[in-house]
């Protein structure tokens, strides 16, 4: 009898999948629509989905190291696991988040929701989010539920229709669920924007970039070793870590003062490049970790691009192709790292520790060293700071002593074994008598302003 993949949940048997048109779809990236269409044939590559029988059992096997990882935090040896093609053992192959597109396309994951996969945290406590993306990583198996997740079934009926034979793709439903095996992945989708070129940035601005452009290809050659698939399995130390070290040191080393931060640039179905980004006061730059290429310099409220950066490697990223940014902790970004007013999921204070400390020297991430870390109590929800408070005098007509402005540091979290969110809390208060600060009270009777670092 032929296989009835037209209607939901039809069969129970393994079906073949045959190939069928697809609907032209919307190529919004953050909208909750499609991603963009499988690659056309001269765009075939591994990077945008072309798997043999022998890459897919390679990733496979590094998916089971991985979630061996997770699981039990026993690492890889090094040296354990290489793929074959050696063009693969490379710093922008990476199969971290090649199921993503799919998992957002069948509607199991919202294109907003932050997967912690590079902090080995997945799901971000969601432990539904976490298997989905163990069955796609290690079994190539995806699961819609056509009660509670019919648009999402719809369109996994119509990725299965639309893949072609000798994918060898399979289906079948077990009660409300369709589940598939050997799905081709789909591709990044989204429409690249197009960003704010900063003018008339300071010399002192200018001339650290020109310093970056010198040394960047420099640091990036002496961090060249291990790429961030290797790192996540190995524990070791990746290249890119390595790199935005190195760029630390070299601003340190100058007298600049510049902000890093990391942000991938997620292309196809396998490619990311690890960025460093450096946020000085009037402008931003993205470094390419691979080969040290800077950016140009973008105003501070430009979205990130690394179109032109990507464009140095065109043996792996197509030009003109969706790109999508990710943040280290699996958050879809289009700026970047810095304080923000919201969060793209739910936070809340990270629970005392057990047995805890009122001063755990952290290191946060807008002040690396050499500059001191921070002593946080681990004692309290949200391992609060001291304040560090600022007396400003009143300036006649204005009344009273002055004002106070506090400032404490926390952390946050989406749940147990979450990556941690830095939590900024600015309390502004009208300053005690003769000028004291914090006022008696604090912070009672003061304004609260949140901020989180992403």
Known sequence: ???????????SRPCRARPRPVPS???????????????????????YGEVDATLRSELAQWSAYYWNRVDTGAKAKVGEFAFT??????????????????????????????????????GWGDTAIAAAFRDAMKDWKFSTDTTTNATGSAIHVALITAAPPEA????????????SEKLPLVTVGGQNEEPTI????????????????????????????????????????????????????????GGWVGTTWRVDAAFGVFGSLPLVGVTFSDAFVLVDSVNGGVSAAFSLSSSVDATLLLGAHSAQYLIGQPIRYMTLSGCATDHQAGWWPLMPHPVSPRPPATPGSTCVPVNPPWAPPP??????????????????????????????????????YGHHTGGPGVPIVWVRSIYQCPAGPAGTCPPAGYPTGCTLVIDYWW
């Not at 060898?168 to 077990?174: E, L, R, V, Y």
């Open 1 to 11: 009898m032929p296989c009835m993949i037209e209607r939901l949940g039809l069969a």
């Open 25 to 47: 779809r919307s190529r919004r990236l953050l909208g909750g629509g499609f991603g963009s269409e499988r690659p056309a044939a001269a765009q075939s590559s591994v990077y």
């Open 85 to 122: 093609n050696a063009a693969l053992n490379n710093p922008l192959f990476s199969p971290l988040r090649g199921a993503r597109p799919t998992l957002e396309q069948v509607k199991v994951l919202n294109s907003s929701d932050c997967d912690g996969l590079a902090a080995l945290q997945p």
């Open 168 to 179: 060898g793709a399979t289906w079948s439903s077990q009660g409300n669920l369709i589940i």
């Open 198 to 253: 900063a003018t008339g940035v300071s010399s002192a601005t200018q001339a650290a970039i020109n310093k970056i452009i010198l040394i960047g290809p420099i640091i990036a050659a002496a961090s060249a070793g291990t790429t961030e698939a290797q790192s996540l399995i190995t524990g070791e130390e990746s290249h890119a870590t390595k790199f935005e070290r190195g760029v630390r040191t070299l601003l340190a080393d």
């Open 371 to 408: 500059a001191p870390p921070l002593c946080m109590d681990s004692t309290v929800p949200g391992w609060m700071t001291l304040p560090t408070c600022v007396f400003a005098a009143a300036v006649p007509p204005t009344p009273g002593p002055g004002t106070c402005t506090c400032t404490e």
